[in-house]
């Protein structure tokens, strides 16, 4: 040791593992602990459990081309057995706190533009067969290497862009936000509460919430976002149990007549791979195909890379540990999404919530997948979460996950302006990929202006050709005369 250097400033070693688990996951290793695993893994489960209500909700209230429906206690079956079993293969192989479930947006698609055109164990083939193709993609080495190909400050932007992306999409969900009704004769898009005030005792229970997530996460207080969770929920079964005619959306926090169900399966299997072709013509599927694989591509990049940055496991150049195996597994949950007909399984950017919860290994996984498994027989129980409870973590995250911003260099406006398209973009128009899009345009479009295009990698440029394409699809149908 030199004189200059001090015991202090050399590397401190990792904490040695406790047992086999914490040595596998690299519990300890990671700056975790057990207990910050189970809090973040019932986090991530508590914001994201929704998706039992609402995929069921999507999917059952469409018609396929023949005017069938889909049912809708065999599709919550489907949504949490999907979601229990990838999340876990995603915390043991990919070893992220990444929790898995049914994707919306991807599933309106499927519900609302790809099922009319067909039957739905067609548009379930469509799914299995662009899940298989993105699977192609990682096996392949060309999504990692498109990952690795964006610059860092565009990925601290995509990592900003999600933040207030999900913290929308809490106020949203809470109805502290709402869309103002296309007759109110007015060009504002959105508005205060349902009304452009607020009222009711559902959204007191969300702002409540908020100021407590808030005030624990001041305080420093561990499980600040599970106990706010908890909390909400408990304060909301009290106030729904004494308050008549309260209107909580999608859930109703009330105690169940009865605790556990029988899941159904019938769904699980019924799909046609290749029954597409057969209803609509090869053009239309291509761009089915297309829109299904580019949507899910960037969504899933950008919530990977958002979650480990605000989870502090990205490296010194950026990257994501085990990203091979993650976007493989990823992928491999759009064709298990497929073949159960529970649409397409994607990364949820509510992990998150786990996150901020402490979690930072794959063991948080096998609380929530656990929790999905649960819920299979005792739906009734575990779903009396309302949202207003539960968005308050998203929201909260959201702001950690805007800290982010102080990284970017927003002098230089070949940077500065790409990455305020792409964090403008997600809230604007409720879409990652869309965000994503953006940035990547205008990032190569400026690196152009300035003579500077060698400088942006092939694979931008290949990417930013795809997003044109991507945004254009509609005027190309017209084109080529697809309805």
Known sequence: MSETQKPADRPRPAPSAVNGVDRFFGISERGSTFGREIRGGFATFFTMAYILV?????????????????DAV???????LVAAVMTIIMGVGGN????????????????FQIAPLMSWDDAMGLIVLEGLLICVLVVTGLREAVMHAIPQPLKQAISVGIGLFIAFIGF?????????PDAAGTTVPVQLGATGTLGGWPILVFCLGVLLTIGLLARKVKGAILISIVTMTLLAVVINSVADHTSWGLTTPEWPDRLADTPDFGLIGHFSLFGAFGETTVIT???????????DFFDTMGTVVGVSAEAGLLDHEGKVPNLGRVLLIDGAAAVAGGAASSSSATSYIESAAGVGEGSRTGFSNLVTGALFALALFLTPLLTI??????APALVAVGFLMMTQAKSIDWDRYEIAVPAFLTIAVMPFTYSITNGIGAGFLAFVLLKTVLGRAKDVHWLMWGASALFVVYFAVSPIEQVLGVK
Do not use: E
């Open 285 to 295: 599927v291509v761009l089915l195909v297309f829109t299904l694989i580019l949507s």
């Open 172 to 180: 949203v969900d809470a109805g502290f936000v709402s869309r103002v």
């Open 96 to 111: 992220l706190p990444l929790a898995l479930a049914a994707g919306l947006g991807l599933n309106a698609v499927v519900a």
């Open 385 to 390: 979460v309302p949202l207003q409870a539960a």
């Open 54 to 70: 609402l995929n069921p909700l999507v999917l059952g209230s469409a018609k396929d081309k023949f005017g069938h429906q889909l």
């Open 74 to 80: 065999q599709l919550t079956t489907a949504t949490a």
